[in-house]
């Protein structure tokens, strides 16, 4: 497609007046058509305790996914690893990998991926919700694919010898550094953490060990984009996932609404000032202005991977904004100095 690998990241949606099975069939024909317009990855997210979204158990989807399409690479953006214990992950990511072997990736992050209460009913214990356990639970994962470093006689079956593509993801500096120490490919949510980019992709450089998995550091961005035929109907599109943001943060998610809706919605002065600031930084408009967006955000990162992230109420302009991309947008990215 272009100079610059171009990926989906896909939270499986859920439509006002759908059901979530319609939803898991909507990314399942988007997996097979990102898969037709040479898309190099297609991940789904953990996420729980949202109306709005499907994708709460990854590895299931994951599985149905990857059987579904047949060289596209599919895998988690991410597996929320505090959420679970590494040898499930383990088990489960090793059978994904000896099922379709080269093609998946484990991206994990530390956050929980919802909200407190339903944290806790994860993890069933105040002590699971801290995250400071992380770095050793990612390295028991690590150990259970490879058997080096366990601290304890455990093989994972299918696990070890059958390892995944291991991501860390993060939207902060933390898990920046940690990537950068294990020598580990490293994606960062610029999607929902924009001001954070730029000092965290740089922490990761600077924190950069060459392991047997890399060499030297390599980072892909994952940005909102929303790209129709002209500007102002990208614009429209838009208005379910900011309606979709803002309700998430007061607390009442709901299904994805209808652009009718979110347009109708009373915002609050509050409410509109988070709505405007929703795709700053992100990707949003005609083919020419999404080209423009993504060009800026590969010159400021100089990232080696760009994952796209769409939400939008109809299907069928969820895939026209890829098909778009990948027709007028990708040939002409490249990497600053390539």
Same mark, same amino acid.
């Given at each position: 497609? !272009?100079?610059?690998?171009?990926?989906?990241?896909?939270?499986?949606?859920?439509?006002?007046?759908?059901?979530?099975?319609?939803?898991?069939?909507?990314?399942?024909?988007?997996?097979?058509?990102?898969?037709?317009?040479?898309? @190099?990855?297609?991940?789904?997210? #953990?996420?729980?305790?949202?109306?709005?979204?499907?994708?709460?158990?990854?590895?299931?989807?994951?599985?149905?996914?990857?059987?579904?399409?047949?060289?596209?690479?599919?895998?988690?953006?991410? $597996?929320?690893?505090?959420?679970?214990?590494?040898?499930?992950?383990?088990?489960?990511?090793?059978?994904?990998?000896?099922?379709?072997?080269?093609?998946? &990736?484990?991206?994990?992050g530390r956050a929980p991926g919802t909200?407190?209460?339903?944290?806790?009913?994860?993890?069933?214990?105040?002590? +699971?919700?801290?995250?400071?356990?992380?770095?050793? #639970?990612?390295?028991?994962?690590?150990?259970?694919?490879?058997?080096?470093?366990?601290?304890?006689?455990?093989?994972?079956?299918?696990?070890?010898?059958?390892?995944?593509?291991?991501?860390?993801?993060?939207?902060?500096?933390?898990? /920046? @550094?940690?990537?950068?120490?294990?020598?580990?490919?490293?994606?960062?949510?610029?999607?929902?953490?924009? /001001?954070?980019?730029?000092?965290?992709?740089?922490?990761?450089?600077?924190?950069?060990?060459?392991?047997?998995?890399? %060499?030297?550091?390599?980072?892909? $961005?994952?940005?909102?984009?929303?790209?129709? &035929?002209?500007? #102002?109907?990208?614009?429209?599109?838009?208005?379910? /996932?900011?309606?979709?943001?803002?309700?998430?943060? !007061?607390?009442?998610?709901?299904?994805?609404?209808?652009?009718?809706?979110?347009?109708?919605?009373?915002?609050?002065?509050? %409410?509109?000032?988070?709505?405007?600031?929703?795709?700053? +930084?992100?990707?949003?408009?005609?083919?020419?202005?999404?080209?423009?967006?993504?060009?800026?955000?590969?010159?400021r990162t100089a990232a080696d991977e760009?994952?796209?992230?769409?939400? $939008?109420?109809?299907?069928? &302009?969820?895939?026209?904004?890829?098909?778009?991309?990948?027709?007028?947008?990708?040939?002409?990215?490249?990497?600053?100095?390539?």
């Amino acid at each position: 497609m !272009s100079d610059v690998p171009l990926s989906v990241l896909d939270l499986a949606p859920v439509a006002a007046g759908a059901t979530a099975g319609q939803a898991l069939e909507y990314t399942t024909q988007l997996a097979r058509r990102t898969e037709e317009l040479g898309y @190099q990855r297609f991940w789904v997210a #953990e996420h729980h305790n949202m109306p709005a979204i499907a994708s709460s158990a990854p590895a299931v989807l994951i599985a149905h996914l990857a059987a579904a399409t047949s060289t596209i690479r599919v895998g988690s953006g991410g $597996v929320m690893l505090p959420n679970h214990a590494p040898l499930v992950v383990a088990e489960q990511f090793g059978t994904l990998e000896a099922l379709h072997p080269g093609r998946i &990736d484990l991206g994990i992050g530390r956050a929980p991926g919802t909200d407190q209460y339903t944290a806790l009913a994860l993890r069933r214990t105040m002590e +699971g919700l801290s995250a400071e356990a992380f770095p050793q #639970e990612l390295a028991d994962l690590i150990g259970l694919f490879s058997a080096e470093g366990l601290r304890r006689p455990i093989t994972a079956t299918p696990g070890r010898g059958d390892m995944p593509a291991i991501w860390l993801l993060g939207s902060s500096g933390f898990s /920046a @550094q940690l990537a950068g120490l294990l020598g580990l490919p490293f994606a960062f949510a610029h999607h929902f953490s924009s /001001a954070n980019t730029v000092p965290a992709l740089a922490l990761y450089r600077q924190n950069f060990q060459p392991s047997q998995w890399l %060499e030297r550091p390599h980072s892909m $961005v994952a940005v909102s984009a929303i790209c129709a &035929d002209t500007d #102002e109907r990208a614009q429209w599109l838009s208005g379910p /996932a900011t309606l979709s943001f803002v309700r998430l943060r !007061s607390g009442t998610p709901a299904p994805l609404a209808t652009p009718e809706e979110a347009a109708a919605y009373p915002y609050s002065d509050r %409410e509109r000032e988070f709505a405007q600031d929703r795709f700053t +930084g992100q990707a949003l408009g005609s083919p020419e202005t999404v080209r423009r967006q993504l060009s800026d955000l590969l010159e400021r990162t100089a990232a080696d991977e760009l994952m796209l992230t769409t939400m $939008v109420y109809d299907i069928e &302009d969820r895939v026209r904004s890829f098909e778009l991309i990948a027709e007028k947008v990708a040939g002409s990215l490249s990497r600053p100095g390539a």
